[in-house]
Each structure stands twice: as C-alpha cells, then as structure tokens.
C-alpha cells in the first residue's frame, strides 16, 4: 500500500527522508548486532549524523543546527523506525533536548551548547524518571542546593534514554518547596569521570535493544549556577509541561511508524508464505486482519499528520498531543500483535523482524506519560 506525501511535507523534507533512509540503511543497521551486545550505540554514529546534517535539524542555523522545522525532525524518526534501527537515540537527543535549550537557555549558552549538540561531538539526554517518580514529576527528591556560584545536586534518575553515552544531560531537580512550585531544570555537561556523577548500569529491557537506558546517580554534583535554565528557580514543572506536547508527539510518529512497518512486514510474508495449498493472504481470515489493520494504519496516520500540521503552525494543544500519543500508541500495539499471530510461530522467532516491533512498541504506552495519564489530560479538557 502506497502512501502519498503528508501535506506538511515538502521536496527538502524528502530529500532529507531519503539522506536519512541511506543512513540508517548503509551505516546504522550494520551495526546493530554490536550495538545490542555492548547496550548501547557507538557515538561515532553520532558524529556521522551530525556530518550529514542530520541532528538538531529544527534548530536555527546560528546555533549549528540546519535551520529546518519539526518536520525535518518527523522524517528522521520515521526513517529509524522503517528501517528496523532500535539503537540511536535521535528523538531525545534532537527532538527533546535541543528543543528545552533553544526554548529556554541563554543566548551564551545556547552558542555553547546547541552546536556541540548538532555535530554529534556531545550526546544529550533529559532526567525526569526517578527509581520511585514516574509520570508524577511533582514527586521528584533529587535535590539541588545552592553554594554560592555553583548548585549541588544529589538524587538518583532511572531509565534514562542515551544515559550510558551522553556527555549533556537537563537534570529535573527539587530547589524548593514540594510540589510543582519547586522544581527547576539544570544543565550538566558530564564525562565518566566527573566528581559526583555516576553512570549505572544499562537496563536489560523488553524490547529497544541497543539503546542506552541507564540508571544514573548524583552526588553532591556541582553544576554551575548559570546552567540553571531559564534563569530563576521554580520555572521547571512549567517548562516541562510545554515541552511534553512535542515529546507526545515525538511518540506518536514513532508509534505510527512502527504501525506501518509491521502492515508491511505481514503483507509481504502472507503473500510469501503458502499454506493448505495456497498463499496465506488468499485465506478470507488473513485478508479481513489485514484490511483492518491498514484501515487503522490509515486513521492512525491522519491523525499524527494533521498533529503534525497543526505543530508547526504553533496550534498542537496539550490535549490533542495527549489523545495522539495515547490512542496512537495503543493501537500500534494492538496492530503489531495482530501481525505478529499472521507469522504464526515464526512471529515468535526473534530472527524476524515483526518479533522486535512486537517488543520495541510496548514501551510507547509507558514513556512520555503512561497512557492513563494522557487520558487523565484528556478527560480534564471535557
């Protein structure tokens, strides 16, 4: 089934698709076995996209990006996603954290930070989660003291996106009361051997297999004082929540994706694949499976695309980024399980690929707000 160009694209967003399609392709995907050994992908990989332009695209070209839009952003992580790359943590690394420093750094630090970021020379990363905080970030404990110029930070943040390899991380801390009033976010550039900081371990998880979700420990970390964004203390729960709409977003295009890849896995296996005497995508069952699943393909993908649209015209609203990444990412689970029972046992063969999206989907209802809280946001707007 073909798919026609989203009408927020345009000819340079696809010539992107494509440098990006070529990425992934010729550089990435051989790389993934070592990838999935070690845990986490090599930074090299980084650095070749930032040669390419491929990273930080939407970011303006003052600041090292390639001066493009989230549209730009959008193709990347559809490419990752259909060429079957679990490893590369592009859509924190551009979508998220780029976006927190162009949105609320300074003019010296945006100079700073943001070409580092678009080259590949740094990785970057953002720690909300903590071991007992998760979509609640009111809750947080990590503490940040101030001493004179400089903050001490001392916490623990768990399941934390390119932890292992990131050499820049937006720490959500506590500077004051409990409660949203007393968060703030603070910037820390880190190497393995900064005092007060520590890399845990990589987290064995279900499904993303080769990328870096790690545990991360401070203690009494010093960061300086200036790397507190947005200049005052307090601002963070407010930052974050106007972030998050991209973030839904961000999840909901790599939910449609994943969608799309596995009705086209199944497609081409059912029509591969003979039983009783015939092509599998002959039996009335196969066929009835399939056209609803790309029925939902269809509906799925129009949302996401007018999401898009409407993102960037500055119109995509907390809610309706809320309903996109929870119904969105519901059904691409539904959808892949479907596909995956149409492979029968060999479905169940890690060899094939329908197995991995089977794993690599399930985390899209948990990460960026569990879906109960999108539909929590949701049912607040009614």
């Known amino acids: 089934m073909t798919t026609a160009r989203p009408r927020w694209s345009s000819d340079d967003v696809e010539q992107v698709r494509t440098l990006a399609a070529t ?14 050994e070690q845990g986490h992908p090599d930074k090299a990989l980084y650095r070749r996209a930032g040669e390419l332009g491929l990273l930080c695209m939407s970011i303006p070209e003052a600041y090292g990006g390639a001066g493009g839009t989230f549209a730009h952003e959008a193709v990347l992580i559809e490419e990752q996603i259909r060429a079957g790359d679990p490893t590369m943590g592009f859509p924190v690394h551009c979508a998220i954290v780029a976006h927190y420093l162009l949105a609320y750094a300074s003019e ?16 970057g ?3 909300m989660t903590e071991p007992g905080t998760g979509s609640d970030l009111q809750a947080i404990t990590t503490r940040a003291v101030r001493e004179g110029d400089f903050y001490r930070v001392s916490g623990a943040k768990t399941f934390i996106s390119n932890g292992h390899v990131c050499d820049f ?32 371990r990589i ?77 599998l995508f002959a039996l009335q069952n196969t066929r009835f499976e ?22 960037l015209e500055g119109r995509l609203d907390v809610t309706t980024a809320a309903m996109a990444k929870y119904w969105v990412s519901d059904q691409a689970c539904l959808v892949v399980d479907r596909c995956l029972q149409l492979f029968g046992g060999y479905g169940y063969m890690k060899e094939y690929p329908i197995a991995h999206l089977f794993a690599d989907t399930r985390v899209l209802r948990i990460f960026a707000g569990a879906n109960e809280v999108m539909k929590e946001l949701v049912a607040r707007s009614l």
């Open 290 to 311: 399939l056209a609803e699943c790309a029925t939902l393909q269809r509906v799925c993908r129009t949302f996401v695309d007018d999401c898009i649209a409407s993102h």
């Open 125 to 127: 990363a953002i720690a």
């Open 169 to 200: 991380i937006i720490i959500v801390v506590r500077t004051g009361q409990p409660g949203h009033a007393g968060i703030s976010l603070l910037c820390a550039e880190v190497s393995d051997t900064t005092p007060g900081f520590q890399r845990g």
């Open 23 to 36: 990425y992934f392709t010729k550089e990435v995907l051989p790389n993934v076995p070592k990838h999935v």
């Open 108 to 123: 010296a630090q945006k100079q700073k930070w943001l070409p580092r970021l678009a080259s590949g020379e740094w990785v």
């Open 203 to 279: 987290l064995d998880k279900l499904g993303g297999k080769g990328q870096d979700t790690t545990e991360l420990f401070f203690d009494d970390l010093r960061v300086p004082a200036v790397n507190l964004l947005g200049g005052e203390e307090g601002r963070g729960f407010a930052q974050l929540m106007q972030q998050l709409p991209q973030e839904r977003l961000t999840t909901a295009i790599i939910a449609v994706a994943s969608l799309e890849r596995a009705v086209q896995l199944t497609v081409e296996y059912t029509k591969q694949r003979h039983v009783f005497g015939k092509p």
